[in-house]
């Protein structure tokens, strides 16, 4: 920090840009050592060719060191609607040591009309490291009590890469149709080349068809993946808030909001979640106590921030600011009369708690009106014992009425009318009737998974359809969204290593630095897409009065309900591709 | 802290009142055990009565459990100018327990005139933990490598004490002579008494001459001593900078007013001598880097300080602010990007240094202009390397030629021209041409003493006689005053034990919680008297021409000088009280 912070004060611009560091790399990184038994040499050496080339599929994550388990083959037929992104797999390996292997497509063609290249990317897909399911939830000081391997996850930026002999790997294509793409079949070639490596090539075709997936900004999914503007400027070693942080947030934000994003996740105090990610959340609003008890409140960093996400990245539907009912009951401010950062420690229900916020909370109202925000903020608390939360909610009333309230926690009938936006855990339900007047009062409901689910989930250990099955479950289970409460908590080596100290690997993040996409965030972002198409084709068909593909449809939805997965089911992989046919062929 | 803050934020009084804890007594105390041989049972039982009286000396610190060294007198004769206090010291001790032992003074009568009872204090002596010596300055983590004892210095407050069979309890007496008394012998009665205890009374005798002293506010001496108020906040378990911390402060700076104290104590950054005492300093300025890059600065804390010393307590010549060139070349700022306190880490010639000083300087320098106070304000440094101090010196410049500056250090040629108020060790010389210089341009030059001398100190364990040699010295080898570094920088448990971490004991303060005085405090206080005295007479005998007396004058403060002392030489007391005959004999 000592040298950051001085280069701040001298004005230079150095400590103002991104730096690729040994510690925090950006550009090329090397990857931990896979230790698991793989193929021998030996049967490397049985390979045909020096290195051989084939689509493989999205649903595998391949492993490094071994022989890849494809039927090969030089063709991919994908489908996909207007407006659509749609992923493919291919798979390298090679008995040899390959140098600065590259990746190129060409535009793909139907007849004068084209998907140019520009609408499509590759990424080599990289190694890191994970761990198991284990417990789930908890602490993992020992990693060395969980099992430790190397799985493929991150899409990455580099365009070229070196490949070691007697090793795999793969390619991520992704494919965005032109929303005004005409239908029809589209084709064109991947070509795989490096300096000791003779042009590989692969077919790809892509037949678009004649509906048109709207724009992510128009989705109907409520998707609230928690941003951490604290890792990015750790990981890319810029002042909080300063030009630098942004310009390093920018794409990754950009990310979230071609996901479908809709919310701001702000935090207003000190560590709301107990300082539990790398990078522990401060408090974007200064409190200042002065000597005369009276309370200065300052919205710099809070203004900046929802700024930039409304108006630079677009994501503008709620700033959900967290939160008035933290883990550990202790809430900062900047005390003048010491000159230091001061803490109040009050539950609610005390007067000190309700005069600690209450002062601030009719200061912030004030404030959200001015900025023309108000509407759109929430007051966002996590599960907390019934009466604290009741408490919090009246402090919350007496400082203004109308504010907007959210909980990420289970569903208590109590108090879920005060509840602008609930997200319940997988699993729970919101009864019929309340969805029903909750829909009707412009309140939103949605589901989350964390640490708790074997299955589903976006670890990085997870298998990929899985994070399509997520998205597809809301829909199924009517839930209006999905919530993840960390998209780049990102630990302390996030490109190598997805560990962490606490909960199974990758839940802290499936947004790499760079940024880096993963085939976690692409399948959940496909998934999101499918939930867009199911609500698309069954109000056509509604409309048409298809009962029979209605109800095609519609079984093959209900499949992902909750209730309907207790028992053996096809593997999340199977009934994705399931549904996916079916979208597409009706 | 935590029930403090909750119970500010609850509006209640309670937090804002000090309080009398166990762990912080303000009232009554017990004191330590003295682990020390001493007179046996046998030897006490010898008393010919169950108590005695006598006057005694204010040179000594009467051992407790031992049987005092004086010779029995029941009658006192002291001389005082108009205007001055004068002290006196009697001694009880008993070989029965004594409850509720109280002290009476009679006005003191001369004919129709007197010096009411009003203006005599009585105390009764508290016995402290102290150490020794030593090395003097550095560490000492381990108690138990130094001597330990238990010394009478403290003058208690407290009005009855439960005096213990077989111990000795010195009484001090301070009578503060009416400006307007008149010329005369005044006596009156000293009176012990407790339950089981028949009254004993001493006569008292004070020879009012027929000279006066101005008060404190207009004597010559320039006093020096450094203020605590975060020791005062601490220890009196009160909000710092509430009503309730200035209500606590008040009684100890008016001791320091009524000593002929200059200087405020104003700290300008954190920790500004590195923590070095039990309760640190922090910035009375508050200093806030934006997100923009600006700065912004509060004095509130500084403002209300500087003007509750000033017009409450009279304290008003200068405000010393420590400091641009702490030990550790930490800087710290609340950042609002973090929300938290930062620090830039930068040393006086670097660019980073020059911004967050120069920046601030101007700032400030505009701000006491406003106050009326910038005349009165000195930027105030340590003893640094030298390039490090002009580098200081260089940046004060620039933000405002006019700054006033200064050192407590080592003479330095180089730089003295730029200190306004240099104040240089025990030992160390100005030039003679330097020092008339300095004085026609109205610049300070004092001394200083702290860890480094064995004599003349004021440690707990230091002779009486030293502190008022303390003073005298500064008139003897030609200084304006004197400075200490700490008068009331309290340890954990200042009224019990005045051992702290580092330094002989004692050298962190001469005020006690109460407030009490203490010995050292008081001879203090008596040795600026003299200075003021001799410089009055030496006007008065110049004026009169009266060389002979003049000689004599100069010949007895002549030995006060640095040179005359490296030798043998008599005792502190003996050359203490040879001058102080003078003076009042002249």
Redesign the interface.
């Known amino acids: ?2 040298a950051l ?2 280069s ?4 230079l611009g150095a400590g103002c840009f991104a730096q690729q560091t040994e510690k925090y790399p950006l550009g090329n990184y090397q990857e931990l050592t896979d230790t698991k038994p793989h193929d021998s040499k030996e049967t490397w050496m049985k390979m045909n060719a020096p290195a051989a080339l084939s689509w493989g599929t999205t649903d595998m994550r391949y492993t490094k060191l071994n022989i890849p388990d494809v039927k090969k083959s030089t063709r991919i037929q994908l489908k996909a609607w207007k407006g659509e992104r749609v992923n493919a797999q291919a798979v390298l390996w090679t008995r040899n040591d390959l140098n600065h292997v590259s990746v190129a497509v060409s535009d793909l063609k139907n007849g004068k009309s084209a998907i140019p290249s520009s609408a499509i990317s590759t990424h080599f897909v990289r190694y890191v490291m994970t761990d198991e399911f284990g417990q789930g939830c908890g602490h993992r000081p020992n990693k060395a009590e969980w099992d430790s391997l190397i799985v493929a996850d991150a899409l990455d930026i580099n365009k070229t890469l070196d490949v070691k002999a007697c090793s795999t790997q793969p390619v991520w294509i992704k494919i965005w149709v032109p929303s005004d793409a005409k239908a029809g079949k589209y084709k064109g070639t991947l070509t795989v080349s490096g300096e000791n490596l003779s042009p590989m090539k692969l077919q790809m075709e892509v037949e678009v068809l004649n509906r048109t997936l709207p724009e992510p900004k128009d989705w109907a999914f409520y998707l609230d993946l928690w941003q951490n503007p604290y890792a990015v400027a750790r990981y890319y070693q810029v ?4 030009q630098a942080h942004f310009d390093a947030m920018r794409p990754i934000m950009k990310m979230l909001a071609d996901a479908g994003q809709r919310t701001i996740t702000a935090s207003i105090m ?1 560590k709301p979640w107990n300082g539990q990610t790398e990078d522990h959340f ?5 409190r ?1 106590r ?4 009276t309370w200065e409140y ?1 919205y ?2 809070f203004d ?1 921030w929802v700024s930039f996400m409304m108006d630079e990245i677009g994501i503008d539907d709620m700033i959900c600011c967290y939160t008035m009912i933290p883990w550990a009951l202790r809430f ?1 401010y ?1 005390d ?11 539950k609610p229900g ?3 708690y309700t ?2 916020w209450g002062t601030f909370l009719k200061d912030f109202a004030d404030h959200l009106r001015k900025k023309g925000w108000f509407e759109k903020t929430a007051i966002s608390m996590d599960e907390r014992p019934m009466e604290a939360m009741r408490e919090a909610i009246k402090v919350i009333k007496q400082a203004d009425p109308e504010f907007k309230i959210t909980l990420a926690g289970n569903y208590h009938a109590e108090i879920q009318e005060d509840l602008h936006y609930l997200c319940i855990p997988f699993g729970q339900k919101f009864p019929d009737d309340v969805l029903a007047a909750r829909k009707s009062k412009g309140q939103i409901s949605t589901y989350y998974t964390c640490c708790v689910e074997p299955f589903p989930n976006l670890f990085t250990f997870s298998d990929p359809a899985e994070a399509a099955w997520t998205a597809i479950h809301a829909v199924a289970d009517n839930y209006e969204g999905y919530l993840r409460w960390a998209v780049n908590s990102w630990t302390a080596d996030p490109l190598r290593d997805s560990r962490f100290r606490t909960w199974p690997a990758g839940d802290t993040y499936s947004i790499y630095p760079g940024p880096r996409s993963s085939i976690r965030f692409e399948r959940l972002v496909e998934g999101i897409q499918d939930c867009e198409k199911i609500r698309i084709l069954r109000k056509e068909l509604e409309s048409e009065k298809a009962a029979g593909k209605l109800k095609r449809l519609n079984e093959e939805v209900g499949k992902f309900k909750f209730d309907n997965i207790s028992g053996s089911k096809p593997s999340a992989s199977t009934m994705v591709n399931r549904l996916e046919e079916i979208l597409n062929s009706l």
Do not use: C
Request: charged residues 25%; proline residues 2%; aromatic residues 8%.
């Open positions: 920090m000592k912070l001085v701040i004060l001298l004005g002042p909080l808030w300063s000190h401060d408090s974007m609003i200064t200042i002065k000597i005369d008890g300052d710099a960093v900046k900062d900047y003048q009369a010491t000159n230091r950062i001061q803490f109040v420690e009050a005390d007067k000190a005069e600690y």
